[in-house]
């Protein structure tokens, strides 16, 4: 049976504005399970202005600015109640969060995260990139099996409680990729990050690239947009 989700795309937005609505919308659908309710799940897409966010088992010692530099930067930092390090968001970049009752898929949390990272691995094979899993690291990663090193073109930090999840996964598109600089991507120092426009030498249509990274997901998790909402 498929789940029926909520489809969201709320273009350029602050970050803890979407922080706090996508809470709202996870304590919505937690308290109704409790209650013995079904209620959607929610996909959110949306581009947020320059923020630096770290996990809850991240270190600190990974922000390689002080407060001055991310001024000068034009950027906010926060540290989050998501899993894994530290990341960098930014326009050109899509963020997935989606808020969905794994119960209800029938998945447990590993195989979620699997088919986040297979979500955009497809989306990758889809627009002529080869990518995959690395191992030992969450995430889609470009140039591997060869001589090259690995590069990072999608980051994965989750929450889960009840089996609900938030947070998500940050698939670097047209993303500036200078502003990695100032960490250390999800605590790596020995590899890099890259985008599709690196990847394939110019900009993309990020329209384009969202809608197929939404067809993927709706195929791997076998949902059901809800017309109504979406």
């Not at 989700?5 to 919308?25: P, R």
């Not at 930092?77 to 029938?106: K, N, S």
């Not at 990663?141 to 994965?156: D, N, Q, V, Y």
Request: some cysteine; aromatic content about 10%; proline content about 2%.
């Amino acid at each position: 049976m498929s789940y029926i989700v909520k489809y969201e795309d709320i273009g350029l937005k602050d970050y803890k504005e979407v922080w706090d609505y996508q809470a709202s919308v996870f304590n919505r659908l937690t308290e109704s399970k409790l209650k013995g309710e079904k209620v959607e799940g929610t996909l959110i897409f949306v581009e947020h202005p320059h923020v630096y966010t770290l996990g809850k088992s991240g270190s600190e010692n990974n922000l390689l600015v002080d407060h001055f530099q991310l001024q000068a930067r034009d950027a906010k930092f926060y540290r989050i109640d998501r899993g894994g390090d530290i990341t960098y968001h930014g326009p050109g970049q899509i963020v997935a969060y989606p808020v969905f009752d794994l119960e209800e898929i029938g998945i447990g949390l590993k195989e979620y995260i699997s088919r986040l990272e297979e979500t955009v691995i497809q989306s990758c094979d889809e627009m002529g990139i080869s990518a995959g899993r690395l191992t030992g690291a969450t995430g889609v990663w470009t140039g591997l099996g060869g001589k090259e090193r690995p590069r990072k073109i999608c980051a994965i930090g989750v929450r889960a409680s009840r089996f609900v999840t938030m947070h998500g996964l940050a698939f670097n598109v047209n993303t500036d990729l200078s502003y990695f600089g100032a960490i250390n991507p999800c605590g790596f120092t020995d590899r890099e990050v890259t985008s599709l426009q690196k990847e394939l030498g110019k900009a993309q249509d990020i329209g384009k690239v969202k809608e197929i990274v939404r067809t993927r997901m709706k195929e791997i998790f076998n949902l059901e947009w809800n017309k109504e909402l979406s």
